[in-house]
């Protein structure tokens, strides 16, 4: 059935798209952190049994709706029905992309100042107190909001591209880079001190840690780093071609964007054990605890400014498939080009972004970073994401489910009915036991 909606041109542009969409600063900035304050191995098997069990099936229940539906939120909602009783689901996974946006511009800005201190060689010989006291004058400064309002530009430029010009190409040159990046940094860790006890960290499953807290937390991290629950990999499989096969698809997210976060934690904690810090060391880790690491190696500022490099990247790719869902709304719905789209979208995120980065200094009160973070991750995403599961397993009707992921590419029917089951109940009543948990 050919709806004249665009399509990424090919597989490889899928992949790239999505995977990017899913690798960012949740994969190397916040996984590491939580892995560490976590408990280490035993954190990462619950999350691998989240990514796996709830994650993938999730996936699919986003790319049925968008495929099927070839169309963005809260469209996608009222496919084979007419009410709009169902678009609400949508409207929450926009306003969940407007939250997000405005805090995850913020600390994708931050490493563009990153990358140049670390060209500069502004780290060399300082103290922790110093870089501390340097990151916390930073954040709350107007250079910051300087660098936030330059990334949202960037993802203008790309986003004024258009799927396939923009999005594809940016993803195919960005995420065979971020890999590179991340080998390279792999094979250097493999020759620090520390590598045995960082990565017995990573692994080593410490099962007294497991407690419901670091079970829960992992179920959310899961969801932030899949990019679940608000719409976005349903507006991306919009313009997904019918042969794409959408159940290997999600399995391949799945585990490059797993991959990922472990390599993350690969490079990280033998760099923290080897210098003699805490992997316990929270949000900071990555601004204020690597720096210093990379000063005390040789070739330091390399190091340095091709990790922030890599988090930059791994953050335009997000931000892009965060933006498209909105983007996609204002076009498919409103019926405005995507270029008005795109800078309608541009302007309200600079000014979100720049109150969420001034609440870092002059907006102290307001906390709003934190807001828009707690609302989109710990509220609207789960939210989000037992919506798309009840639709997909109750509203939708189940002779399309099956059309899309069996029919269309030959995935085992018994394959498909695990899947929908997990859809149907167990996703939900997972992903609102963590919600509930969460909130209370
Ligand atoms: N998955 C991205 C990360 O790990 C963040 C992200 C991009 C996201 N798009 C999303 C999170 C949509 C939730 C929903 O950094």
């Known amino acids: 059935m050919s709806t004249g909606r665009i399509e990424f041109s090919s597989k490889f542009g899928i992949i790239a798209a999505t995977v990017g969409s899913a690798v960012g600063l949740g994969n190397i900035w916040r996984f590491p952190y939580e892995a560490g304050t976590h408990g280490g191995g035993a954190f990462l098997i619950c999350y691998i049994f989240f990514v796996f069990l709830i994650g993938v099936p999730t996936i699919c229940a986003e790319f049925t709706m968008g495929r099927a539906g070839r169309i963005g939120i809260p469209g996608a909602y009222r496919l084979g029905h007419s009410s709009r009783k169902w678009d609400f689901i949508g409207y929450g996974g926009i306003l969940a992309a407007f939250l997000i946006l405005g805090f995850y511009a913020v600390v994708a800005g931050w490493t563009f100042e990153y990358i140049l201190e670390s060209v500069t060689g502004a780290f060399r010989d300082t103290t922790s107190e110093i870089r501390h006291a340097h990151f916390e004058d930073f954040i709350s400064g107007w250079r910051a909001v300087c660098w936030t309002i330059l990334f949202l530009l960037v993802n203008a430029a790309v986003s004024l591209g258009g799927v396939q010009k923009g999005i594809e190409r940016v993803s195919n040159i960005l995420m065979p880079l971020l890999f590179i990046i991340l080998i390279a940094f792999c094979i250097n860790s493999l020759f620090m001190p520390g590598f045995g006890d960082g990565v017995s960290f990573l692994f080593h499953p410490d099962f007294s840690k497991l407690t419901p807290d670091v079970i829960l937390s992992a179920l959310g991290q899961a969801f932030f780093s899949l990019s679940l629950g608000m719409g976005c990999l349903i507006t991306y499989a919009s313009y997904f071609s019918d042969n794409t096969p959408l159940v290997k698809t999600a399995g391949q997210i799945a585990i490059l964007d797993t991959l990922v976060a472990i390599l993350a934690g690969i490079i990280i904690f033998p760099a923290v054990f080897s210098f003699g810090m805490s992997p316990a060391e929270g949000p900071t880790l990555v601004f204020e605890v690597l720096p210093g690491i990379f000063n005390q190696m040789p ?142």
């Open 299 to 440: 070739g330091g500022s390399i190091w340095s400014t091709l990790f922030f490099i890599l988090l930059a990247v791994a953050s335009l790719t997000s931000i892009i498939s965060v933006s498209e869902i909105v983007v996609a709304f204002l076009s498919d719905e409103i019926k405005i080009s995507r270029t008005t789209a795109t800078w309608v979208l541009t302007a309200v995120t600079i000014v979100t972004s720049t109150l969420c980065s001034l609440s870092f200094g002059p907006l102290k009160s307001t906390n709003l970073f934190n807001i828009f973070d707690y609302v989109s991750s710990n509220i609207l995403m789960p939210l989000g994401g037992i919506g798309v599961c009840l639709f997909v397993g109750w509203k939708m009707k189940i002779e399309d489910a099956i059309g899309e992921l069996h029919q269309k590419t030959g995935v085992p029917m018994w394959l498909v009915k695990i899947i929908l089951l997990i859809i149907k109940y167990v996703a939900p009543i997972c992903i609102l036991t963590v919600f509930l948990a969460g909130l209370l």
